[in-house]
């Protein structure tokens, strides 16, 4: 200890005449007490006022090898974060980004070393070297100093270390990686990667600064059309480590959120390289590891993230049909033969989700139910007769109604997926307290009965299920779910066609859940609701005309036809259903004393002729 302290004295003696030797030697005695990776020992050279000693003598003439050993003394101090608040106070920071071009790559390499460790997880740090300029010159080394590779020498240590502070200035800093992509280290990046693939240390930290690169939407669209994809794919299928296969996988998830990477990704062949790594991770074969039902967490974390990444490249359309290759891709037949009849339910819900994605048009929801993968994926919610409870997990329940939603979107699929007994499989979820799969159930019947007149007037004269639909229309935790059952109430009643129907939503309370749609802020949601009153007042006003009165009807058309920023379209579907309600003497009563009569008439004006003509037309009802 006395050793240290007599080096510490000696430090702060020293002014610019000191010999350079002297200092080294001073700093040497630092160093060797530092090894011990003693807290105690940071904060007494702290409060011996050692960095702002190191500060002054990194701005003085000593030699190289002096500099470099300060610059390593801060960059050890450094590792402790109550050290690093104390180097900027000491204005050392300014100090180091000078040095970062230092001609001696030894100094430059402890340069990046302190300031790396001084901005680790330190914004404040960061913002400094920003604001000196330290992000600008550290890419200017990369590129100018590093651009030849002398393996062995001090510019291979320097390269390596450059990238971990970049990385650590970068990490989690929007506007620095913002500012990095600026000035081209994107390119730089896929440059080294290209070139040092041999270099395991150096390309890890790479792939750690591309990830850091790509936190921002933004500057996803920088690694468009770089080789980045075909690069990382190369290293997912040659990594041996578990550290650094997440890692990769992590940075294939960030960048893969950009449509355009999806593509790309999906060309380097991602997928199949993805299926290997599954294969080396979780068995020694694929088929071994589907059939295995429990996997080790690791095991599974790589499958899930895996087949996660898949799905993700299933979301971008371009990427989606290259993989599908209209029902011939690789990936598609993997899950029609393999994912859908695997006993984990990772791959069944994988299956679900991938079907799901490949039925986005019209062309592929044909194909689709053509290759018969309905029945399959009802197999997956269909509950077992021997079961004790009507349960689904909540995660395969909600892909697989997905997937059935978008197949049903095509006319003709629907009458297909209802010979199937989609619908008779389905129905039974609706009981159930999930709110997201109760929402795509809903979603799901509302596609199939759209046209389907005879399977609209079976459901709708269904009093029960009827009545749980005008439950979940009061739905308060997921808006979602009240929505959709709304709107399945309005298309009953229309696609139905059916006193019966209507006068079952009637009884069943439903006039109030879709007199509320009607005043909903989505204009085809409101058109939606006015549609099925006209109906409804059109063919069983009598029985309706209570549940009118109770529920505020005459006032929502009054507020919408007094509401100028209303669209012309829905002011005359409610010009059309005032009119209706007007043969019920009760209403055109009500209608009167609520001087609605007198708003149409002012609507007569209108500037929109058909509003006009329809309120002039509606006023002869008052006569």
């Given at each position: 200890?006395?050793?240290?302290?007599?080096?510490?004295?000696?430090?702060?003696?020293?002014?610019?005449?000191?010999?350079?030797?002297?200092?080294?030697?001073?700093?040497?005695?630092?160093?060797?007490?530092?090894?011990?990776?003693?807290?105690?020992?940071?904060?007494?050279?702290?409060?011996?006022?050692?960095?702002?000693?190191?500060?002054?003598?990194?701005?003085?003439?000593?030699?190289?090898?002096?500099?470099?050993?300060?610059?390593?003394?801060?960059?050890?101090?450094?590792?402790?974060?109550?050290?690093?608040?104390?180097?900027?106070?000491?204005?050392?920071?300014?100090?180091?980004?000078?040095?970062?071009?230092?001609?001696?790559?030894?100094?430059?390499?402890?340069?990046?070393?302190?300031?790396?460790?001084?901005?680790?997880?330190?914004?404040?740090?960061?913002?400094?070297?920003?604001?000196?300029?330290?992000?600008?010159?550290?890419?200017?080394?990369?590129?100018?100093?590093?651009?030849?590779?002398?393996?062995?020498?001090?510019?291979e240590r320097l390269r390596t270390v450059a990238c971990g502070f970049l990385m650590n200035l970068t990490y989690g800093n929007g506007p620095l990686q913002t500012e990095a992509v600026s000035l081209d280290v994107v390119e730089l990046i896929v440059r080294y990667l290209q070139s040092c693939s041999d270099d395991v240390v150096f390309c890890g930290k790479l792939i750690m600064c591309a990830g850091n690169m790509s936190d921002q939407d933004c500057n996803k669209v920088a690694f468009e059309e770089t080789g980045i994809c075909e690069i990382l794919t190369r290293g997912l299928g040659s990594v041996t480590d578990a550290e650094q296969l997440e890692?990769?996988?992590?940075?294939?998830?960030?960048?893969?959120?950009?449509?355009?990477?999806?593509?790309?990704?999906?060309?380097?062949?991602?997928?199949?390289?993805?299926?290997?790594?599954?294969?080396?991770?979780?068995?020694?074969?694929?088929?071994?590891?589907?059939?295995?039902?429990?996997?080790?967490?690791?095991?599974?974390?790589?499958?899930k993230v895996s087949t996660d990444i898949i799905i993700l490249l299933l979301t971008g359309d371009e990427s989606m049909r290259y993989l599908f290759q209209n029902g011939e891709g690789k990936l598609f037949m993997l899950v029609l033969t393999d994912w859908l009849s695997s006993p984990s339910p990772l791959y069944k819900i994988s299956a679900a989700l991938a079907l799901g994605n490949f039925a986005r048009s019209d062309e592929h929801c044909i194909k689709l139910v053509e290759l018969g993968i309905v029945g399959p994926l009802l197999k997956l919610i269909?509950?077992?007769?021997?079961?004790?409870?009507?349960?689904?997990?909540?995660?395969?329940?909600?892909?697989?109604?997905?997937?059935?939603?978008?197949?049903?979107?095509?006319?003709?699929?629907?009458?297909?997926?209802?010979?199937?007994?989609?619908?008779?499989?389905?129905l039974p979820l609706i009981h159930m307290d999930m709110h997201p799969v109760q929402f795509k159930l809903l979603g799901t019947i509302r596609m199939l009965i759209d046209g389907q007149a005879e399977t609209a007037v079976q459901l709708g004269e269904n009093s029960a299920f009827i009545q749980r639909v005008v439950e979940l229309c009061e739905c308060q935790i997921h808006a979602g779910v009240a929505g959709e059952a709304n709107r399945l109430l309005a298309a009953l009643v229309k696609h139905s066609a059916s006193p019966n129907v209507m006068q079952t939503i009637v009884s069943s309370s439903g006039i109030k859940p879709l007199v509320s749609m009607a005043t909903c802020e989505h204009t085809l949601m409101q058109n939606e609701a006015l549609v099925a009153l006209t109906l409804v007042a059109s063919t069983c006003l009598g029985q309706s005309v209570p549940a009118m009165l109770e529920c505020g009807l005459l006032k929502v058309i009054k507020t919408v036809l007094q509401d100028n920023n209303i669209p012309d379209e829905v002011q005359c579907n409610v010009l059309t259903l005032a009119g209706f309600l007007t043969q019920s003497e009760t209403l055109k009563g009500a209608m009167k004393e609520q001087k609605i009569k007198e708003v149409i008439q002012d609507m007569c004006n209108h500037s929109n002729e058909a509003v006009s003509r329809k309120a002039s037309s509606v006023c002869q009802h008052f006569s």
């Open positions: 200890m006395d050793d240290l302290n007599q080096a510490v004295v000696r430090l702060k003696l020293a002014d610019e005449n000191t010999e350079s030797d002297e200092l080294e030697s001073s700093v040497d005695s630092i160093l060797v007490a530092l090894q011990r990776q003693d807290e105690s020992m940071c904060q007494k050279l702290l409060d011996g006022g050692i960095l702002n000693t190191a500060s002054w003598s990194l701005k003085g003439n000593c030699n190289p090898s002096c500099k470099t050993k300060i610059a390593r003394m801060v960059a050890e101090m450094a590792k402790n974060e109550f050290v690093r608040k104390p180097c900027i106070d000491a204005k050392l920071i300014p100090t180091l980004c000078d040095l970062l071009g230092h001609d001696d790559a030894d100094v430059a390499i402890q340069t990046c070393r302190a300031l790396g460790n001084i901005c680790c997880d330190y914004d404040e740090a960061r913002l400094a070297i920003s604001q000196c300029g330290g992000l600008k010159t550290l890419i200017n080394l990369l590129k100018t100093r590093l651009v030849t590779v002398d393996k062995g020498s001090p510019n890692m990769i996988l992590e940075v294939i998830s960030s960048l893969a959120e950009n449509d355009a990477m999806k593509l790309e990704f999906a060309k380097a062949d991602l997928v199949e390289t993805l299926l290997k790594v599954v294969d080396k991770y979780a068995g020694s074969n694929r088929g071994a590891a589907r059939g295995r039902v429990s996997l080790s967490d690791e095991e599974f974390d790589v499958e269909r509950k077992d007769d021997n079961a004790e409870e009507d349960f689904v997990d909540m995660r395969l329940g909600h892909a697989v109604l997905s997937a059935l939603r978008n197949l049903a979107i095509s006319k003709v699929n629907k009458p297909l997926l209802l010979q199937q007994d989609t619908l008779a499989t389905i």
